[in-house]
């Protein structure tokens, strides 16, 4: 439970952040057209590849596994036995493992509540340091609605029909610790849209890995957030090296943070693309996002989306709204095919990827207003030439092989049971180990 003085701390935290100097590296602009600012915000000298679901888990487990002095560990959902054994035998070796979960995360399972409750524990148990992100509502708790002023909404159709982000009972009333990486020895990382609960496996994710000066502005993105969360100290030490030829650069989305680089940097490549927009989105809702890629069309760049379709008694998904302007504009988009693990059990396109002729965005953060404006989110924005191809292919390859113009009939879903004392997640740390 969020006291007092863990609010004073996230607000004093926040309002020293440049004193503190653990700002990550911002993207600098004054007006979305400006594009003499590109150059800024990309850092140098960064070894990038781009990994897709298996190989995404693959990578993460092989870092684990190279540890020697830390593992800095961000992630909105884990409740994986697997990896938590993972973490507690480099524990066990010395390695100091740090945790940041979000105390809202599986709030709408009860199997899988029960089980997050079990490994958090398990983890706190065996020397791992877990903390929870601040559980604090938002000022407005119907959150898609805030600080929409001034971006024209209206020309989109009734801001009602654009939910700004998903709809679970208890998510759309609070901030999410949303993000999505590892950090090892600070020299090493993987950002990426996949979570580590049970069923994320089997959805489509992607992400990257990435070695270089930019893992240094990831370390101090982790010790703000570890600290804000109620951890230890400060204790950030700069150890990345220049490994390659690579630019890329972190992007953080955060309602906290005086700068937003994550939204900043996907207004900036809509507004001023030239040739093509492709997104692969599992969400794609935020009004005025949509509103620039009608201009993108508009002034002639290719724009090519993939939707995914899924539904639950909790999820009344945005993207058959979005779906309907982006057709009205004759913008082309294709559905996600779900594959079937069982009558009730399918699987998500899961991603949150951008391709803006020669950049790349990819990380934590849905296309919506709470994903871009509200939640904390990790992402990276790149132009390496390889990772625009491996981005490029694998978008082409799920438009091609793993979409259709319309949404499969999905079976209806099963509504879930209610959890024992949902309204409170700092049960989440607080279960006894039996």
Known sequence: MVNNGILNLELKIVNNIEKRKIMINSVKLNTLNDKNNIKDYYKDGNKLDFLVNEDLTAKEIELINQAKDTIHIAKFSFNNPLLANLLV???????????????LSSNFSPSEWNLKKYIINYLKHNNVEVVEFPFVPLENKNSENINLENKNVNSLGDLNEIKGDSNLKEYIKYQLMHAKYIVID???AVVSSLNWSNRSFKNID?????????????EKEFWFLFKRSGGSDYEYTPRAEIVGNSKASLLIADKNFPKDSYRAAVYRAVSNAKKKILI???????????KLLIRAKNRGVN?????????SDTYDNPNYKTAKILKDNKISYRWFKPNSYSDVEF?????????????????S???????LDVNHEVGLITNDKNILKKATDFFNNVWKNNTSLEPISLPAPTPNPPIDNPKNPSLVLNYPVS
């Open 89 to 103: 035998k480099k524990a066990k070796e010395g390695v100091k493992v740090r945790v940041v979960v979000d105390p």
């Open 303 to 311: 724009i090519k989306v993939i939707l995914d379709p899924n539904k």
């Open 280 to 290: 692969s989105a599992f969400v794609l809702s935020d009004p005025y996002l949509i």
């Open 365 to 371: 953060g849905n296309f919506s207003h709470k994903g």
């Open 347 to 363: 699987n998500m396109l899961h991603t949150k990827l951008m391709i803006v002729d020669d950049e790349v965005i990819v990380g």
């Open 186 to 188: 600070g020299k090493k």
């Open 206 to 218: 992607c992400g990257l890995y990435v070695e270089g000066p930019v893992i240094d502005d990831l």
